[in-house]
């Protein structure tokens, strides 16, 4: 007998007759021996409208009171797949994020998860009950609601695993696992069996949408066993899906790449002819950090006639923002010649633990790339991935062709 943490997310859990389908596949689980904790999200597209109704009401939403709000999605969700749990004869039992007790820090519609009372769940469990928790939410020691941010209920799962010890966390989804890129895209695309913590998280940082990042960080540093399932596949028809773990957990050589992510909601920045002298990384993009704005890839240029240009990415929906700063504060206290950016750009990136021992992965990307006729115009590296930045209109091809060239579609 297991004790098995499963997550069902927003389209799982998209229509009552989703939700009785959610129900018998948990009775099958437990009908084998095993413990269940069920996780849920709200359902599909009921947190965007609760933020409509808030913004309606309120330009800027209160952050305390947003979060009393858009908790009530997955208040909805647990009660009903509990209803729909007993109607088929198996007992349930139905848990906010505060009766549970999942304590977070106080930063609101961003909440950390600081502990877990498990003592509770346990004594449920042990009676034989099914437990369903409200994903995305936690509270503080105030007693106020917290969320946990978009794709919280992930990380909710993975925590109640880490608290539980169970013997497996489920991630189901709309899809039957992670792929080395995105089928849509290259219909040659294979599902992995298995993915080390480290190369999901750089998937994962890297565009790709199937798990949350924070879930990932928070399986690698408690060592919880992560599963990507689908939770439309047919009762008889399901697959093992992509199991997540530790590199060492494996018994076979791993391959060099293991998948090519990638994301289109990028843009790029450019200070041109700042003065090439220390500290100026810092006076520019001191300010963008102060504005909470992400910056990813950055390049500074060989000096020359005592200047020199720097480049930056960040996120498409933050361009205008930090193009907006770069001109107010560090054009007029930095003494850059101008300020020039472009949205029309994506970044490639080829991942894979085999890189560490294989050298020329790097140059087999460029040269195909190259081949193509592809221009870089950024490249960022880590131990396990190497990302280039390129005009958004080769995003497709370049895709296509690295996932070839890697040998992925075989």
Request: proline fraction near 2%; charged fraction near 25%; charge should be negative.
């Amino acid at each position: 007998m297991a004790l098995i943490v499963q997550k069902y997310g927003g389209t799982s859990m998209g229509s009552p007759e989703r939700i009785k389908n959610v129900a018998k596949r948990v009775a099958r689980w437990q009908s084998q021996g095993h413990q269940i904790v069920v996780v849920v999200s709200a359902m599909s597209g009921e947190t965007n409208r609760l933020i409509g109704l808030a913004r309606e009401v309120q330009a800027v939403p209160d952050p305390r009171e947003l979060d009393v709000m858009v908790s009530t999605g997955e208040q909805v969700t647990i009660a009903l797949l509990a209803m729909a749990l007993k109607g088929i004869g198996v007992d349930a039992k139905s848990y906010t994020g505060a009766q549970v007790k999942i304590l977070t820090d106080s930063s609101h519609t961003k909440a950390r998860i600081l502990d877990i009372e498990e003592r509770n769940m346990r004594a449920d469990l042990d009676a034989g009950k099914v437990i369903i928790v409200a994903g995305f939410q936690g509270v503080d020691e105030h007693g106020a609601i917290t969320t946990l941010g978009r794709g919280g209920s992930d990380t909710t799962g993975v925590a109640l695993a880490a608290a539980l010890n169970a013997d497996e966390c489920q991630i189901y989804t709309d899809v039957d696992g992670v792929y080395t890129t995105d089928p849509r895209i290259v219909p040659e695309a294979r599902k992995l069996d298995r993915i080390t913590f480290e190369e999901m998280l750089e998937m994962a940082s890297l565009g790709s949408k199937v798990l949350q990042i924070r879930s990932v960080e928070f399986a690698g540093k408690y060592k919880v066993k992560l599963r990507v399932l689908s939770s439309f596949e047919e009762e008889g028809k399901e697959t093992n899906g992509t199991l997540i773990t530790l590199e060492e957990d494996s018994t076979m050589e791993q391959p060099i790449i293991s998948g090519i992510a990638f994301n289109r909601d990028e843009a790029k920045l450019t200070v041109l002819g700042v003065p090439d002298k220390p500290g100026i990384a810092y006076q520019i993009l001191g300010p963008i950090s102060e504005a909470n704005i992400d910056v990813d890839m950055i390049i500074q240029n060989v000096g020359h006639d005592g200047t020199t240009d720097f480049s930056f990415t960040v996120n498409r929906g933050d361009y205008e923002r930090a193009k907006k700063i770069l001109e107010e504060s560090v054009k007029q206290h930095v003494g850059a010649r101008s300020i020039i950016g472009d949205e029309k750009i994506c970044k490639v990136s080829a991942v894979g633990v085999g890189m560490r021992s294989h050298p020329g992965v790097a140059s087999q990307m460029f040269r195909t790339l190259a081949e193509e006729g592809i221009n870089i115009q950024m490249i960022s590296t880590s131990e396990i991935k190497i990302s280039v930045v390129v005009d958004e209109k080769y995003l497709e091809l370049a895709v296509r062709v690295l996932h070839r060239a890697f040998g992925l579609d075989q």
